[in-house]
């Protein structure tokens, strides 16, 4: 074979070799013409005792397939002398492959500091050992393959594994630490996570797969990675049963915070969906990749000129992407006095996106398609409904939640989000939603009125899509008890709707269930703790979590959307309410309907069965003809 990828007059020191994967190794080197130190302390999977036959029985193959080899039976712990044989028997060493290791599996609860230490002692002091005595020698001569073996349990963790998943995941750091300080010299280590049927594993396989999971699928990418005409370095491969794969660390977008401001555990909270989302995910190589976000946050902070009081304006990375009409945040010289400075105020524009998963958990988490008979409501779940999938109206009400919690940050605004409350909620159309889409939202201090004891704000957020039309325009009217008193204006007087004297055109009545708000804070992104942490709801006042009332108010919506417009979107133009009073989840919503002469306008009032007690009140629906 004139391409096969020989090793001849390459020495390579295999530690743990008198078995498994690290025989099959030797055997595979050494056929292909490598001189091989069979390094094998002989002890028992535990790391007790030891013993010269495993390294001997090995060194007898090679050399009885005509190899070369020798057996060393020094502990790994001992790494000198394993290399100083390496040196004795062939004058040079070339490739170091780290592979000996024994178990001590139990649970952290059980575990003892012997348990602990032998593990770290052969796994990683070993190998460190062994490299930090090889090291030297293959920097000076310009060659070296380094291979360290870490494991599933190390990238992953694996019950009963600390010590092994410790000592696993620290032989991938010391891998990819040689790999930067070994590249000038041709010095390059990589690290396997390694699969494959040995005394090891034969205690927790079963017998057929142990049989199948040879280690011979195993050898062929380490010797690769240890050939002369691989460069590859620094890297991480999942390896076992004749399937091969590169591990990277992938990390998400994440949330960007205003700099300069306090930091508060509220704010994490808030943003937890971005924190936890992988939609735009970055693959980071290096120390100076890891840190780019960082950078680019303060780099930001630098750029913009601070407000009155010091504070950055923008925040959000989706600054850069935006499109650009907003003059966004601030960027105010008068000094701030009150909340009528706050009037105007744009926030930084944030970019999201979703997709057809949203879209589907949003219209589950206000009810939809609850009635397994009933197929009406299955093209807001199901994705490959025959009927066209596409997504409920109101599902535009969670759109502002990607950058309300900028709001606690707007100049003349400060307050403790926990006295905010939502008053009314107003959106608006603009065409149908997409079933998946990248949306950018920006936000502006509509108006704001001195309610006496509250400050009323109006919060209008208009979101894009990603061609830069305008999707939907959503209008929250904000209680802000203890910031009125400021010297405002009143406001227009929030008089009720009057509802026809007869009896509703259509009625929707039904039960939520117990987890409707847990369902809801995920759809939605709303995750103040008042909807699912009962500690947090007593504090509040409320013997139990309370229901969103967004998540009410897409009850409300499907309600109409279903008995006035045949559940097409495209006929549904706005829907306004307001919250009168809470739901807890499990208690049932009946919505009564009345529609108008001309067919444009539904009038609705969402009420709770259990207590009879109006919770949406001034419901109004715009529908397109
Ligand atoms: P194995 O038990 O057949 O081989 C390990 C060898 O290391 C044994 O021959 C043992 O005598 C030797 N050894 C133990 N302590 C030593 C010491 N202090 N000095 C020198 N030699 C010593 O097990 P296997 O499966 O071949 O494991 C090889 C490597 O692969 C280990 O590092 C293991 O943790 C790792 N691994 C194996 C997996 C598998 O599926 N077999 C999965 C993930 C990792």
């Known amino acids: ?36 130190v069979v390094n094998d302390l002989g002890g028992s999977m535990r790391g007790e005792g030891a013993g010269t036959a495993a390294a001997d029985r090995v060194v007898e ?76 020698i293959l920097r000076d001569q310009g060659y070296g393959r380094i291979i360290m073996t870490s494991s599933a349990a190390g990238l992953y963790g694996n019950f009963g594994q600390a010590n092994y998943s410790a000592a696993k995941l620290g032989l991938l750091g010391l891998a990819q630490t040689l790999a930067v300080e070994g590249q000038k010299r ?30 011979e699928y195993v050898a062929p990418l380490v ?148 009635d397994a008979l009933d197929a009406a409501e299955l093209p807001f779940v199901y994705e490959l409904s025959g009927d066209g999938f596409r997504p409920l109206p109101t599902f535009a009400v969670t759109f502002p939640f990607a950058l309300l919690w900028q709001i606690t940050a707007v100049p003349g605004l400060r307050f403790n989000p926990a006295l905010l409350l939502h008053g009314e909620q107003f959106l608006e159309l603009h065409r149908p939603l997409p079933t998946k889409a990248t949306l950018t939202h920006r936000a502006r201090i509509a108006d704001i009125y001195d309610k006496g004891s509250a400050a009323l ?65 995920l759809s939605s992104g709303d995750g103040n703790p008042l909807h699912a942490d009962p500690a947090f709801a007593a504090a509040g006042g409320f013997p139990r979590p309370i229901l969103h009332g967004l998540c009410t108010f897409g009850f409300a919506g499907r309600a109409v959307l279903r008995a006035f417009a045949g559940n097409d979107p495209a006929r549904f133009k706005s829907i306004k309410a307001r919250f009168a009073r809470h739901v807890f989840p499990g208690e049932t919503i009946v919505t009564d309907m009345w529609q108008d002469e001309e067919g444009q306008r539904v009038l609705f009032q969402s009420k709770v069965a259990e207590r009879d007690e109006v919770v949406l009140s001034n419901g109004v629906v715009e529908l397109n003809q």
């Open 61 to 136: 193959e090679i050399r009885a397939a005509g190899g070369e080899a020798v057996a060393n039976y020094d502990s790994v712990e001992d790494g000198p002398r394993i290399v100083q044989a390496a040196l004795d028997a062939f004058g040079r060493l070339d490739i170091v492959i780290n592979n000996a290791g024994i178990l001590r599996d139990v649970s952290f609860q059980k575990m003892t500091v012997d348990d602990w230490d032998k593990i770290y002692r052969v796994h990683l002091y070993g190998a460190y050992q062994v490299t930090r005595a090889a090291w030297p």
């Open 457 to 521: 704000v109006l919060l209008d957020v208009d979101t894009y899509d990603e061609t830069g039309a305008k999707l939907a325009s959503n209008r929250s009217s904000l209680f802000i008890r203890g910031l009125g008193g400021f010297g405002g204006e009143r406001g227009p007087s929030g008089g009720g709707l009057a509802l026809p004297d007869r009896a509703p055109d259509a009625t929707h009545r039904q039960a939520t269930t117990d987890n409707q708000a847990l369902l809801y804070r």
């Open 223 to 370: 010797a690769y990675l240890c050939h002369e005409s691989s460069l590859e370095t620094g890297h991480t491969f999942e390896v076992g049963a004749g399937w091969v794969a590169r591990v990277r660390w992938q990390r998400g977008r994440g949330a960007f915070f205003p700099l300069g401001d306090a930091l508060t555990p509220e704010d994490i909270a808030a943003r937890w969906a971005e924190i936890d989302n992988f939609d735009e995910p970055t693959y980071p190589e290096t120390p100076t990749d890891s840190f780019a976000p960082v950078v680019a946050n303060l780099q930001r902070k630098a750029e913009q000129p601070p407000t009155a009081d010091g504070r950055p304006p923008t925040a959000d990375a989706a600054t850069e992407t935006a499109p650009a009409s907003a003059t966004s945040g601030g960027g105010r010289s008068s000094p701030v006095s009150g909340p009528l400075d706050a009037i105007g105020y744009e926030f930084a524009p944030v970019t999201t996106n979703y997709r057809e998963k949203d879209v589907s958990l949003y219209a589950l988490s206000v009810g939809a398609a609850a």
């Open 1 to 36: 074979m004139t391409n096969q990828l020989r090793f001849d007059r390459r020495v390579a020191l295999i530690t743990g070799a008198g078995g498994g994967l690290g025989r099959a190794y030797a055997l595979l080197l050494a056929a292909r013409g490598a001189s091989v």
């Open 186 to 215: 041709n010095v390059l280590a990589n690290a396997i996570a390694p699969l494959a049927g040995s005394r090891m594993t034969e205690t927790i396989l079963p017998p057929e797969l142990v049989a199948a999971l040879r280690p």
